[in-house]
């Protein structure tokens, strides 16, 4: 298991070991969403794929490891491997399937195969 402390960026932004709470999955996709919107409202909209502007396609490089990384431990703390990530590329009703179960199904209680629950020993319990 890797040394990770509840409060470590690095952890939880790049590492696929271990688990996360749901409302630290929320908190993290609402921030992605509140800095899509601001930047979508300082730069030109375009509907052409090939002709993104370069601060959308920068953030979308930016964002999309640590999508991953959180992603893949909320899918942990569910008991289920990262691959189920796999199951967005399936067209509409992958994302919706995978922010259904990553979104509002409750983690298994105590330590599963990925480590402890992401609540044990925090002050909130």
């Known amino acids: ?3 990770k402390s509840d409060n470590s960026w690095t952890w939880f932004l790049f590492s696929l070991k271990g688990r996360v709470s749901r ?3 929320w908190i993290f996709n609402l921030i992605i969403f509140c800095g899509g919107i601001l930047l979508g409202t300082f730069t030109d909209l375009s509907s052409d794929l090939n002709n993104i502007p370069r601060p959308q396609l920068m ?3 930016w964002i999309f490891w640590p999508s991953i990384a959180v992603q893949a431990k909320r899918w942990h703390d569910l008991d289920k491997s990262a691959w189920w990530i796999a ?3 399936i067209p509409v009703i992958g994302p919706i399937w ?3 179960e990553n979104g509002f199904f409750a983690g298994t209680t105590g330590t599963n195969r990925f480590g ?3 609540t044990e020993g ?4």
Do not use: G, R, T
């Not at 925090?122 to 319990?125: E, Q, T």
């Open 1 to 3: 298991m890797e040394n």
């Open 23 to 25: 409302k630290q999955y």
């Open 59 to 61: 953030f979308m490089i």
């Open 87 to 89: 199951i967005s590329l």
């Open 98 to 100: 995978a922010l259904i």
């Open 116 to 118: 402890p629950e992401p």
């Open 122 to 125: 925090s002050i909130n319990k």
